[in-house]
């Protein structure tokens, strides 16, 4: 254990108004509590006002701090937590200069959900890989189209800047940091007082909802429907064309042009789709799942569903599990 005269590593959370209550509160839980008994000295925590006061958390609890964009700019990690739309919009210029200036004095700049929005805006992100929250991907890659948006993590380390997905990320990133500092067995030890998990599998593909696909022609509409009454079977683009009196060729071209996607992507995706609501709803064993939605064996059900979700199917059912409960093994 480090010696307690050591400095401690400063934290500064920017402050802005209107921002969310966790992503608030878990800077502060992992790093504003004193754990000197796992490593001597813990963090300094300053949250640093972005803009002028009052500072209010989007629940209406107000922030007093004596800590400015100077402290900020002067830490050894900067987070950005999320923010609400006009921030994102339009971050206060004064936070972006010092976001920068901490920056090139050689500060860890993290963001935590919409705060990559921050980031971006500062240029911090340009050339690099990148996240945020799911509900906010399309939007942030228009908007930074200089950014390698990858949608479906929990959080991207670029190394002097991360950036995290959604709310719940906000446990995985800040572990994270403790981890780089500290080392794995303080982040687990850390996590395990929080009732979390150390590190969570897979990333946030697996809690986002599908995209949205544009309206289908009036041609194109009634073989979905079709089509998902018939996941079990191998339906072929001939199958589907079949179906809408159209040349395969045709047919797949208007699909694309309809949905965005090839015909055999989006029978992948309702497959997955229906995978994911049987493990959610019933104890049917994976082998039986991957006949009832056309993947035929359970292996190949495993590639596809793990490639989609990142995580395996047993994974999902034990984190999404609706309430049922699983038999016992019977004894052999």
Not at 109 to 120: F, P, Q, T
Not at 191 to 213: C, K, N
Not at 291 to 308: D, E, L, P, Q, Y
């Amino acid at each position: 254990m480090a010696s307690s005269t050591a400095r401690r590593h400063a934290v500064a959370v920017a402050i802005t108004d209107d921002l969310p209550v966790f992503e608030l509160a878990v800077p502060c839980e992992v790093f504003g509590i004193d754990r000197a008994d796992l490593a001597d000295p813990w963090y300094e925590l300053r949250l640093c006002a972005a803009e002028p006061g009052p500072l209010r958390v989007r629940s209406g609890l107000l922030v007093q701090t004596q800590y400015t964009l100077d402290d900020l700019v002067a830490a050894d990690t900067v987070l950005i937590p999320a923010c609400n739309r006009a921030v994102q919009c339009g971050p206060p210029p004064a936070l972006i200069e010092a976001v920068r200036a901490a920056h090139a004095r050689g500060a860890r700049i993290a963001s935590i959900c919409s705060g990559a929005y921050v980031l971006a805006e500062a240029g911090l992100l340009d050339g690099r890989r990148a996240t945020t929250h799911w509900m906010n991907a399309l939007d942030f890659a228009h908007r930074y189209p200089q950014v390698r948006v990858d949608p479906e993590v929990l959080y991207v380390d670029e190394g002097d800047v991360l950036t995290s997905a959604g709310t719940g990320s906000a446990i995985d990133l800040c572990l994270h940091l403790v981890r780089q500092d500290l080392g794995a067995a303080v982040a687990n030890e850390v996590a395990r007082r929080m009732v979390v998990p150390p590190h969570r599998e897979g990333g946030q593909a697996q809690f986002a909802q599908p995209l949205a696909r544009g309206e289908a022609r009036s041609d194109i509409a009634p073989v979905l429907g079709w089509a998902r009454e018939r996941l079990d079977q191998p339906l072929s683009v001939a199958d589907l064309a079949r179906q809408a009196h159209l040349s395969p060729r045709t047919f797949a071209r208007r699909f694309r042009d309809s949905l965005g996607v090839s015909p055999l992507q989006w029978l992948l995706e309702q497959r997955i789709r229906r995978a994911q609501e049987l493990l959610e709803t019933t104890d049917e064993p994976v082998e039986r799942i991957a006949a009832r939605v056309g993947f035929g064996t359970a292996v190949n059900m495993r590639a596809h569903f793990r490639r989609f979700t990142s995580v395996p199917p047993q994974t999902y059912r034990q984190v999404f599990r609706r309430g049922t409960t699983v038999p016992p093994v019977a004894a052999r």
